[in-house]
């Protein structure tokens, strides 16, 4: 029972570099999430989806792009990776009728 | 503009006391409110939800929040703190008319329980 998994666990960039974060899960939910987690400022919702083929944007999402072309991946893509990037990254699934999130373990992520 | 506030960014108190983790919120409307923990290295996890109904509500490892309208506050509480809660308590809110469940989280509060 795997429930939401993010690889990889751990990256660094240097600035300008590109990279995808995947995020699977395995309970068929139709919602998901990316989040970044930042001292003292709690989570910030990047960008989620709400279906198959459907992404938008949340409250950052300026430096990122995602993709949903699966019902069961969500992937996080930085194309050109900036220090301000330097964070923990989250993703998050949900089934809309039970108002529960389940989260990863998360990609800390350094940009150099 | 919705949003969540944890006043105090770290709690202590003794193993076998009350702890209580404040949290209040601004949201137009009838809010869902939830708490997650986050221990460390983890993803969060979900604690407890007020969908409607009985204000005080009950969730997991003992901790309860209770519901205060007048008083926009859904603060967690706990009757004897264990060490194994020490975590990081996120406190967030959904809007009722919502329908994409996006969650806005508070900053988050640190709890230390102490032998």
């Known amino acids: 029972n795997a429930g939401v998994t993010q690889t990889p666990k751990f990256r660094v960039l240097k600035t300008g570099q590109s990279m995808t974060l995947l995020c699977a899960q395995d309970?068929?939910?139709?919602?998901m999430y990316w989040y970044r987690q930042d001292p003292g400022m709690g989570l910030r919702l990047i960008h989620y989806?709400?279906?198959?083929?459907?992404?938008a944007k949340g409250e950052v999402p300026d430096g990122y792009n995602v993709s949903r072309l699966k019902k069961q991946n969500f992937l996080l893509g930085l194309e050109s990776a900036a220090p301000s990037q330097t964070s923990v990254y989250f993703c998050?699934?949900?089934?809309?009728?039970?108002?529960?999130?389940?989260f990863g373990a998360g990609t800390r992520l350094s940009v150099l | 503009a919705q949003s969540v506030a944890q006043p105090e960014d770290q709690v202590n108190v003794a193993e076998g006391n009350p702890l209580t983790v404040k949290c209040t919120y601004s949201?137009?409307?009838?809010?869902?409110l939830f708490w997650y923990v986050q221990y460390p290295n983890r993803g969060l996890q979900f604690l407890l939800k007020?969908?409607?109904?009985?204000?005080l509500v009950k969730g997991s490892y003992g901790f309860e929040a209770e519901f205060n309208k007048s008083q926009t506050s859904f603060h967690l509480k706990k009757p004897s703190a264990l060490v194994s809660d020490s975590a990081l308590y996120f406190c967030?809110?959904?809007?009722?008319?919502?329908?994409?469940?996006?969650?806005?989280f508070g900053q988050g509060t640190t709890l230390q329980v102490k032998p």
């Open positions: 998050a699934s949900a089934d809309p009728a039970k108002n529960i999130q389940y």
């Open positions: 309970m068929n939910h139709e919602y």
């Open positions: 989806s709400v279906g198959e083929g459907t992404t």
């Open positions: 949201v137009s409307g009838n809010p869902y």
């Open positions: 007020y969908i409607t109904g009985d204000n």
């Open positions: 967030a809110v959904r809007d009722r008319s919502s329908n994409t469940g996006k969650l806005i």
